[in-house]
Nanobody, 126 residues
Framework: QVQLVESGGGLVQAGGSLRLSCGAS????????MGWFRQAPGKEREFVAA????????VVIDSVKDRFAISRDNARNTLSLQMDSLKPEDTAVYYC???????????????????WGQGTQVTVSS
């Protein structure tokens, strides 16, 4: 069983930065792919970024590709999302996600997620 706990959300002005972190419990953290999703008010949850099990391959949606960066530290069981040049349309609850059997970032993009965090609110003011 894996438990995911996000932190780092908050209120920031447009153009600012935030760094989200996801701490994971469980001995299998480094074995599987992980990623971030977000859900804005009144919208469906959408994929944002994913990273493979060893942190060498990432997938990021086009709308944030030049602004967000996903990374992981398997020694510290931590997943991160560095968000720069934030825009009001980035406002959402951000969720950490993990697979329990797939190692590729593509699997997270395909929503093959077994574990979810509780979410952290990111609000970008204009």
């Amino acid at each position: 069983q894996v438990q995911l706990v996000e932190s780092g959300g908050g209120l920031v002005q447009a153009g600012g930065s935030l760094r989200l972190s996801c701490g994971a419990s469980g001995r299998t953290f480094s074995m599987y792919a992980m990623g971030w999703f977000r859900q804005a008010p009144g919208k469906e949850r959408e994929f944002v970024a994913a990273i493979n099990n060893v942190g060498r391959h990432t997938v990021v949606i086009d709308s944030v590709k030049d602004r967000f960066a996903i990374s992981r530290d398997n020694a510290r069981n931590t997943l991160s999302l560095q968000m720069d040049s934030l825009k009001p349309e980035d406002t959402a609850v951000y969720y950490c996600a993990a697979s329990d059997r797939f190692t590729t970032a593509q699997a997270i993009l395909d929503n093959k997620v077994a574990y979810w965090g509780q979410g952290t609110q990111v609000t970008v003011s204009s």
